[in-house]
Structure formats: structure tokens, C-alpha cells
């Protein structure tokens, strides 16, 4: 069992900066891979950005790419997103979510891969 705590969301303005966290906790974590997601009111969840804790493979949607970077602290079992040139359509609630990749090192967008899911954490970018 993992257990992921978002934490870091808020309101910002639009082209300005955020960083939201997520800690893991409940065993080790060398062979999952850690992704975010996030899921605006009426909307269906959708893939943000991927990384793996063994090698740091990352993976980001289009809508993000260039904007968003993803990054962990193996000592901390955390997980980072770093949001620059935020826009009003990346409001949403932000989560984090783990899979064991089973020793195979790689990430993915496929939803349903994912087993453990946080609480989530609100962003808000104003106009």
C-alpha cells in the first residue's frame, strides 16, 4: 500500500508560478513510476506529467510541455510539479498517483495504469 499527500495548491495569476508536492509514503518505491493529473469542474481527469524514481524518465502532455516540469527527491519520497506560464485553463484539481511498473523502467498517460491516487490539491489561475 502507498499512500500519496498533495499538498502546495492555491491561487495564482495568470503567467505567473507555482509548485505543488506530492509525498509518498508506505514502502519503497524504487520500481513505480509517479504521475500527475488533474481534473477542471465537469472535465474528465487527464494525464499532466510522468517520472520514474529509479532513472528520473520523464514524460509530459503537449498542453503542458515547455510549461511544467516534473522532478523527485528520492530521499524524501516526494514528487514535484513545477508550474510556470500558468494559463486559466490549468485550473483544476491537481493529483498524484503511483503504479508499480513491476522493475520495467517507463511511464504513461494510460489512466488506468495508475493504483494509488492522493486527495488532490486545488489550482486556480485567474484571468
Known amino acids: 500500500q502507498v499512500q500519496l499527500v498533495e499538498s502546495g495548491g492555491g491561487l495564482v495569476q495568470a503567467g505567473g508560478s507555482l509548485r505543488v508536492s506530492c509525498a509518498a509514503s508506505?514502502?519503497?518505491?524504487?520500481?513505480?513510476?509517479m504521475g500527475w493529473f488533474r481534473q477542471a469542474p465537469g472535465k474528465e481527469r487527464e494525464f499532466v506529467a510522468a517520472?520514474?524514481?529509479?532513472?528520473?524518465?520523464?514524460y509530459f502532455a503537449d498542453s503542458v510541455k515547455g510549461r511544467f516540469t516534473i522532478s523527485r527527491n528520492n530521499a524524501k519520497n516526494t514528487v514535484y510539479l513545477q508550474m510556470s506560464s500558468l494559463k486559466p485553463e490549468d485550473t483544476a484539481v491537481y493529483y498524484c498517483?503511483?503504479?508499480?511498473?513491476?522493475?520495467?523502467?517507463?511511464?504513461?498517460?494510460?489512466?488506468?495504469?495508475?493504483?494509488?491516487w492522493g486527495q488532490g490539491t486545488q489550482v486556480t489561475v485567474s484571468s
Open positions: 508506505g514502502r519503497t518505491l524504487s520500481s513505480y513510476a
Open positions: 498517483a503511483a503504479f508499480n511498473s513491476g522493475g520495467m523502467d517507463y511511464v504513461t498517460r494510460d489512466i488506468k495504469r495508475y493504483e494509488y
Open positions: 517520472i520514474t524514481w529509479s532513472s528520473g524518465r520523464t
